[in-house]
């Protein structure tokens, strides 16, 4: 499988390097990375969205007031999906699949964009995003971004072991070994991580289970202040993100498991990623 590296969204939030760690200005950088998968038999699978055309369109119409404004969102059409898939030189009919780690606003805003795409998801999440009550969880999960899908995939979570984690494959097709979800609880309800089989071992798409690069890959966990607030104010269950969190950075740091792991929204965990393989980027 060919896996491509996509930002499908800017945010630039005020606070600069308190959020990013790295930005001079007022403004950090966060990004929306997703995946676009070839696969020999199964077509074009995305993991994740990112930010729809219709939501670059109609922002008021789909999206929080409040979350459009603290995130920055900058509504570019040239960030969706849609536009990157085409810019790729593919068919957007093609895309089959839709893996989502979760149904926050900045990861399934492209639903709709692909209209041939069946949408696997975990069940609790979607129960989840379908009775939210409460003035985040109305903001956080928009039903205008996913009311149009009419072919879904719901998974409970409970399968298989992939590196000490419960994994449940995905159906799709000859590719159901090599796709699978990784429930990540804690963020949200059914939050999941999406890991990706390659010939140079095992990619993990953890989401939102972590924001920032330091909270990864070093013993001691860093992360800025911004992003630490963030994901308190976001966070479903603080014992089960911290206690997923902390997996994540064990297996992070365990040198026989060949697995490069990346969250959602870091700037230079995409750029790391689109450079270790510029061919597939």
Same mark, same amino acid.
């Given at each position: 499988?060919?896996?491509?590296?996509?930002?499908?969204?800017?945010?630039?939030?005020?606070?600069? !390097?308190?959020?990013?760690?790295?930005?001079?200005? %007022?403004?950090? /950088? #966060?990004?929306?990375?997703?995946?676009? &998968?070839?696969?020999?038999?199964?077509? %074009? $699978?995305? $993991?994740?969205?990112?930010?729809?055309?219709?939501?670059? !369109?109609?922002?008021?119409?789909?999206?929080?007031?409040?979350?459009?404004?603290?995130?920055?969102?900058?509504?570019?059409? /040239?960030?969706?999906? #849609?536009?990157?898939?085409?810019?790729?030189?593919? +068919?957007?009919?093609?895309?089959?699949?839709?893996? %989502?780690?979760?149904?926050?606003? +900045?990861?399934?805003?492209? %639903?709709?964009?692909?209209?041939?795409?069946?949408?696997?998801?975990?069940?609790?999440?979607?129960?989840?995003?379908?009775? !939210?009550?409460?003035?985040?969880? =109305?903001? /956080?999960?928009?039903?205008?971004?996913?009311?149009?899908? =009419?072919?879904?995939?719901?998974?409970?979570?409970?399968?298989?072991?992939?590196?000490?984690?419960?994994?449940?494959?995905? #159906?799709?097709?000859?590719?159901?070994?090599? &796709?699978?979800?990784?429930?990540?609880?804690?963020?949200?309800?059914?939050?999941?991580?999406?890991?990706?089989?390659?010939?140079?071992?095992?990619?993990?798409?953890?989401?939102?289970?972590?924001?920032?690069?330091?909270?990864?890959?070093?013993?001691?966990?860093?992360? @800025?202040?911004? #992003?630490?607030?963030?994901?308190?104010?976001?966070?479903?269950?603080?014992?089960?993100?911290? +206690?997923?969190?902390?997996?994540?950075?064990?297996?992070?740091?365990? @040198?026989?498991?060949?697995?490069?792991?990346?969250?959602?929204?870091?700037?230079?965990?995409?750029?790391?990623?689109?450079?270790?393989?510029?061919?597939?980027?």
């Amino acid at each position: 499988m060919r896996v491509h590296h996509l930002n499908c969204g800017c945010m630039c939030p005020l606070g600069g !390097a308190l959020f990013d760690g790295f930005s001079r200005g %007022l403004t950090a /950088r #966060l990004v929306c990375h997703c995946l676009l &998968i070839e696969t020999d038999t199964d077509g %074009l $699978v995305l $993991v994740d969205t990112g930010f729809g055309t219709a939501d670059v !369109a109609r922002p008021g119409a789909r999206l929080s007031t409040f979350f459009r404004y603290f995130n920055n969102i900058r509504f570019e059409h /040239r960030y969706t999906a #849609l536009a990157q898939v085409r810019q790729l030189g593919f +068919d957007p009919q093609d895309v089959r699949h839709i893996v %989502l780690t979760h149904l926050d606003f +900045d990861h399934a805003g492209g %639903l709709e964009d692909f209209p041939n795409a069946r949408v696997h998801v975990m069940q609790t999440e979607m129960d989840a995003a379908r009775s !939210a009550a409460g003035w985040r969880d =109305t903001r /956080r999960f928009r039903e205008k971004q996913w009311a149009g899908v =009419t072919d879904w995939a719901f998974y409970q979570p409970q399968g298989e072991r992939w590196n000490g984690f419960d994994a449940v494959r995905t #159906l799709i097709g000859a590719n159901s070994h090599d &796709i699978l979800l990784v429930p990540l609880a804690g963020h949200t309800p059914g939050h999941a991580g999406v890991a990706v089989r390659t010939g140079e071992g095992w990619l993990l798409h953890a989401g939102d289970a972590y924001f920032y690069r330091g909270e990864i890959g070093n013993h001691r966990r860093e992360c @800025t202040p911004g #992003l630490r607030f963030y994901q308190r104010m976001m966070e479903y269950d603080h014992k089960q993100r911290v +206690d997923n969190q902390n997996r994540l950075r064990a297996l992070s740091l365990a @040198t026989d498991q060949q697995v490069r792991m990346f969250c959602s929204h870091d700037a230079l965990e995409l750029e790391r990623a689109q450079a270790a393989n510029p061919a597939r980027s």
